[in-house]
């Protein structure tokens, strides 16, 4: 039996759970897909906040509160929790359906206000001073906060890429997740320093990071810690609920936990109608953004330790906020029941992911990894025929190479499941392995054919005897070095002497064939027979 004496200290280090959520959803964006969202962050969110506070702190007047604790209530009761709703969002899938967009466009515009609602409600605790005045000390009490965004942004653009950069040429597996974790809890320490959250912050810092080379090596790096902060963040969430005070205040305490959550569902509901929501995904939504957030804990926390909330009072709203959260994942299994299949491009407004490119999800494309002298070649050759690809690499020179022509290549271990998984081997119509290290070919074959036994997969052997074994391990097609360059030589070698063009095409496209059928028999690959297209020699 584990016990926990100190709750406190656990919840701080939980706090980095929704750090790094943040981070990831970060990575999965971009400035532009954030700029086509602006509409519902800076318009639904903005409504859904300032609606939901106004109510909730009516509702808590109305009950004998005084104003600055109404308003300290209303504030906290009015955020949702990114760090249940978004991993729920990523487990069903729906995170770029019409619903989830939605919801995460209002969860965005939640932790931007955070900072405000906790300065505002600071200085209305004070009291002192004309309304003018308190205008006054709202705008310099901000300006730290927007000091902070603009020293992420200027010093991530100009900053972050080198690091990592430098970091990669290092080839150290350890100083590259170091670095990946400086720059998550940098991030979000600059962050709090001005005042805005640590979440912020390291979103911030994924937003920054989508944009280059490192993307998916850093969220391959990134996710396990992700995953364990915020297993500690769901524990400390259940340490929060005060069960002795659900047992003595039952009625209060559930009753307003089914109130919050039945006007969010309403406010959001109406107000994603407006926003031109179709009735299924605004109810989505309304039940996504029905329960209540970390941030509760927060505001709260900070308004009882001010002397702003009765401590009876802040409690009581504490617990039944939590049991609102402990709802969540029962609202979320009734909206993905609601919104049954995923919805196409078609159906979704532009400003919620209508554009595929809006949406920042591209075609199928074939997957080349390593981008040397023959991947460079292969994708050439791809790109003559219009086919898109994307090209893995783990020499950051060669990455930034590709860059620099604008080639869309990505730093990484292709030997990672993970990481293929990020490069979006479960759309691709085909894999092809140019690198020229032969247990390296063999590890990123065996790994791709145990993920998509139904993928086409081309690897570069270095003589027939790798062919064999690579054959063995999965790949579609072979072509070995030796054997392509004896066949180049004899075709060059006959032309030469006069033998016909024809001639020569024919039998080499015969030899070809039977170097094929020798290499993958069909004894040696459990009596499975393969079907080969003819190249070009």
């Known amino acids: 039996m584990i016990t926990i004496d100190n709750p406190g200290e656990l919840a701080q280090l939980a706090e980095l759970g929704v750090v790094f959520l943040l981070f990831m959803i970060g990575l999965e964006l971009s400035w532009e897909r954030l ?19 106004v109510a909730f702190a009516a509702a808590a007047l109305l009950t004998g509160q005084p104003l600055v604790a109404s308003i300290a209530i209303g504030a906290a009761l009015a955020l949702s929790s990114t760090a249940i ?21 209002v969860l965005l515009f939640q932790d931007l206000a ?36 603009g020293v992420l942004l200027i010093l991530g653009r100009l900053l972050l890429r080198p690091m990592l950069r430098s970091v990669a040429k290092a080839k150290s597996e350890e100083l590259f997740l170091a670095a990946c974790l400086l720059v998550v809890i940098g991030a979000g320490l600059v962050s709090a320093l001005t005042g805005l959250s640590m979440a912020l912050g390291a979103f911030i810092a994924g937003l920054l990071l989508a944009e280059t080379e490192f993307r998916h090596e850093v969220e391959t790096r990134v996710e396990p810690f992700k995953g364990l902060l915020l ?13 002795p005070l659900l047992v003595e205040r039952p009625q209060v305490i559930l009753g307003a936990a089914a109130a919050m959550i039945v006007f969010n ?23 996504l953004l029905a329960g209540a957030g970390e941030f509760a804990f927060v505001i709260l926390g900070q308004a009882m330790a001010d002397g702003l909330v009765d401590p009876l009072v802040g409690q009581t709203t504490l617990v039944a906020a939590t049991v609102s959260m402990f709802c969540i994942p029962l609202l979320a299994m009734l909206s993905l029941r609601l919104g049954g299949r995923k919805l196409t491009p078609a159906e979704l407004p532009p400003e919620v992911g209508g554009d595929p490119d809006a949406e920042g999800r591209p075609p199928p494309q074939v997957l080349v990894v390593g981008y040397g002298r023959v991947g460079r070649l292969v994708g050439e050759m791809l790109r003559r025929h219009q086919i898109p690809w994307v090209a893995a690499e783990l020499d950051p020179r060669l990455v930034e190479q590709g860059r620099r022509a604008g080639e869309a290549i990505y730093f990484g271990d292709a030997s990672r499941p993970e990481f293929l998984q990020r490069c979006g081997l479960a759309d691709a119509p085909a894999v092809v392995v140019t690198m020229d290290n032969p247990e ?14 139904d993928l086409t997969i081309v690897a570069r052997a270095r003589d027939a005897r790798h062919a064999q074994r690579l054959y063995d391990l999965g790949a579609t097609d072979a072509v070995p070095e030796t054997v392509e360059a004896s066949l180049q ?18 039998s080499i496209h015969e030899r070809r064939d039977e170097f094929r059928t020798a290499l993958n028999r069909p004894e040696a690959m ?4 393969r079907h080969f297209r003819r190249g070009q020699p």
């Open 114 to 149: 955070v900072a405000p609602l906790l300065v505002t409600i600071t200085l209305l605790g004070r009291g002192d001073g004309s309304h003018e005045a308190l205008g006054q000390r709202l705008l310099f009490s901000m300006a730290p906060s927007v000091l902070g965004v």
């Open 265 to 287: 569902i309403a406010v959001v509901f109406g107000l994603a109608r407006v926003f031109g929501l179709k009735t299924r995904p605004a109810l989505e939504a309304a039940l």
């Open 35 to 53: 700029r086509a969202m602006r509409r519902l962050v800076f318009g639904l969110g903005a409504l859904q906040v300032g609606v939901c506070l």
């Open 231 to 243: 297993g500690l963040f769901f524990i400390s969430v259940g340490l929060q609920l005060n069960v």
């Open 85 to 105: 709703v978004m991993p729920t969002l990523a487990e069903q899938k729906r995170q770029h359906a019409q619903a989830g967009r939605a919801t995460f466009s």
């Open 440 to 453: 390296g070919v063999e590890a990123i074959v065996a790994v791709a054919r145990s993920l998509r036994p």
């Open 489 to 506: 030589l004899s075709e060059a070698v006959l032309v030469e002497i006069g033998v016909p063009m024809g001639l020569v095409i024919a």
């Open 526 to 529: 459990g009596g499975r027979t």
